[in-house]
């Protein structure tokens, strides 16, 4: 297969496949939709799932890409969609595929870009900063969802140049202050709740090894492992407080919670 696309960016350390062909488009004067046409992508519902359905080496040849640039994050959604879990395993919005982002990790990288764990509901915390992940846009409170195109972003649709930009409202996402796991007191996150943020990182290296280890049981499949885990409430599901929830003051967020649930009854 030879090279068709040149000057293609390539792809950051375990980038989204989304979150590149976002950059990709623009490093080429493509729109979003164009690119993948032409890569054979499906652009309706979860592009990241129709990408690493494809054959990621051929895609990888026809941008003059080493050969294995998506092997990896092709196995972790593969598996990741394979699992009988009963709870989401993947962040959505009606099919589309919706991110978490860390401010800090947003805010220093070199060229912004989102990669495959933050779309993962698990993934609650970011490791490096050991602050807890941003679920919407702290200017106007959008969701980040990156299939709204980067030339059609922004506000009036004028456009926006970094992902690390929020599509709706063009600010940056960043600019909020992040809430450190280590300075929440004990009655806003349990030993139990502290727990389950920790094995975000160790679902994902489940999922990407495709193995699990358990002293107890010899042979463990990723999708039986998991399943025990959630079974036991190991794993941060979609109930788990979301970091603006946790940075409200505490008297607040039991108000709301009260009147949320005198909604519903
Ligand atoms: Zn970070
Ligand atoms: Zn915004």
């Not at 972790?76 to 401010?103: A, D, H, T, W």
């Not at 599901?237 to 009260?258: C, I, S």
Request: one cysteine or more; a positive charge.
């Amino acid at each position: 297969m030879n090279q068709e696309l040149f000057g293609m960016c390539r792809p950051d350390f375990l980038e989204a496949p989304t979150s590149w062909l976002c950059r990709g488009a623009a490093s080429q004067g493509l729109t979003f939709k164009e690119l993948c046409r032409w890569l054979g992508v499906g652009d309706r519902n979860d592009v990241d799932v129709n990408f690493t359905r494809k054959d990621v080496r051929k895609i990888a040849a026809r941008c003059g890409l080493p050969p294995s640039s998506f092997d990896l994050v092709q196995r972790i959604f593969c598996v990741g969609v394979s699992l009988r879990l009963q709870n989401e395993v993947l962040l959505r919005v009606e099919k589309m595929p919706r991110y978490r982002f860390c401010p800090l990790c947003l805010r220093d990288q070199t060229t912004p870009n989102f990669p495959v764990h933050w779309r993962f509901n698990p993934w609650r915390m970011c490791y490096t900063h050991e602050c807890l992940m941003e679920d919407r846009c702290p200017h106007c409170r959008a969701a980040v969802m990156l299939q709204t195109p980067m030339e059609k972003g922004g506000p009036q649709g004028r456009g926006i140049a970094f992902l690390s930009q929020c599509s709706c409202c063009g600010d940056l996402l960043w600019k909020t202050p992040p809430v450190f796991v280590g300075s929440l007191p004990l009655h806003r996150l349990s030993m139990l709740d502290a727990a389950r943020l920790r094995n975000g990182c160790a679902f994902l290296s489940a999922v990407a090894h495709g193995r699990m280890s358990n002293p107890f049981c010899k042979a463990l499949s990723v999708d039986q492992g998991l399943q025990m885990m959630e079974r036991f409430g190991l794993i941060a599901g979609p109930g788990f407080p979301t970091a603006d929830e946790l940075r409200k003051p505490f008297e607040l967020f039991v108000l709301e919670h009260k009147s949320q649930h005198a909604g519903v009854q």
